[in-house]
């Protein structure tokens, strides 16, 4: 999906090739997939409050590999009883590199409305259509749709990072001033603020300044929109047993945002008026489908992804003098002072790519990814295959997965320049934030994100205006408390 000026300028990275299908190594012995879904209602409530509330997501699974001695098992993941009628949250985990690629051979998998699991939000969020992200390969709609969102990409990439570098100034102007009289500075709102204009600009072809109530607000009514549809699914560390009783019991209604949401799809219906012209004529969507997929792409997958990666992104930086020092140096002496940042002039950035895959490795912005069994096969792991069922629901949890101590050494620690010279660019194929490798090339016939070149290079520039801005930043929790500028 990406353009070719993104893909020639993507820095250290192999010639993207196509999702290879793993096979399983003859020697490994078939091993019946250890773990239970325990007793009906029990056994799904049981892990629920595992998940949420006992041990949390990470440990839910790392304990579960110890338990079974496997990095395959059943298990039951959230949203369970006892509203959910007509979910099933058994599945498969597949918790290593190796069964994990499984979880993107669309021979033997779909993604047939399993974004999040069994549960699927409910489409009257996009209009009463089932967008690209709900669709499997195998539904002509998919390439239509997948076609349509890698030109939005394609023809943005000339004004992509000027965008960014603009919208950044406009952010860092406003943080500063809030260092300046306060010591300390939340940068979410500002950082939401960047996130949504230049997205904006770039896949609506639009200036949200031309609505004051979109310029002020957009970004507020994106979070809504996604937080409501997300929320059965995501712990917000709030004062349980109240999280498990009032917010993980129930699907929250449309109606809730619907009114924000009308005023999003007004918006781009008057104001990005090229942009779903061209999904029309060129891709034979309606109007409607064009732009709630457009909505779906700026705001859950765009804006939703961002809003996540970027203060993860800054708090890896954070605390760090050495690697902030080294990463100055990096982009100083290769870039000169008063160029204009462009994906041409941070391709030789080799630490600052490694910071931005190691940061993807550990802090995924999806963290869990899914896949539904499309007939029966075998699924390898490092050392076992195993009897997948068609129907079978496999899940992934990204963060186990990418601490893989059979492909990442020190799996746990976060290693800057993990991803740098010959033996980093190899492990680049194991690193699957993006439904696919970092080496994988989006298509129509995956569903690997259309947009994974520009979320890396969206970052490599937001490091690297950082560091021609700044000498060092220090951030605390959502705060930055410190900036010391270039001189």
Known sequence: MLSSTVMSVSPGVPTPSSLTPPSPPSSSPVRAIPGSYGWPVLGPIADR??????????TFFRKRIDKYKSTVFRTNVP?????FVGVNPNVIAVLDCKSFSFLFDMDVVEKKNVLVGDFMPSVKY?????????????????????????DILKRSSSIWASEVV???????????AGVAKS???????????FIFHFLTKCLVGADPAVSPEIAESGYVMLDKWVFLQLLPTISVNFLQPLEEIFL????????????DYRKLYDFVEQHGQAVVQRGETEFNLSKEETIHNLLFVLGFNAFGGFTIFFPSLLSALSGKPELQAKLREEVRSKIKPGTNLTFESVKDLELVHSVVYETLRLNPPVPLQYARA???????????????????????????????PKIFDDPETFVPDRFTKEKGRELLNYLFWSNGPQTGSPSDRNKQCAAKDYVTMTAVLFVTHLFQRYDS?????????AVEKAN
């Not at 603009?166 to 500063?176: E, F, H, P, R, V």
């Open 126 to 150: 996009t209009g009463d259509i089932r967008v690209c992200a709900y669709l499997d390969t195998a539904e002509t709609q998919h390439a239509r749709v997948k076609s349509f969102a890698m």
């Open 49 to 58: 409050l595992d998940y949420f509330w006992f041990q949390g997501p990470e």
């Open 248 to 259: 993980h019991s129930f699907a929250y209604p449309f109606f809730l945002v619907k009114g």
């Open 166 to 176: 603009a919208s950044l100034d406009t952010m860092w102007d406003t943080i500063d």
């Open 473 to 481: 930043v220090t951030a605390s929790g959502s705060s930055i408390t």
């Open 183 to 193: 010591n300390s500075a939340s940068y979410i709102k500002p950082l939401q603020r």
């Open 79 to 83: 949203p369970s009883f006892p509203f």
């Open 374 to 404: 499309r007939k029966d096969f075998q699924l390898s792991s490092h050392d076992s295959v195993f009897e997948i069922k068609k129907g079978d629901l496999l899940c992934g949890f990204q963060k186990v997965a990418m601490t893989d």
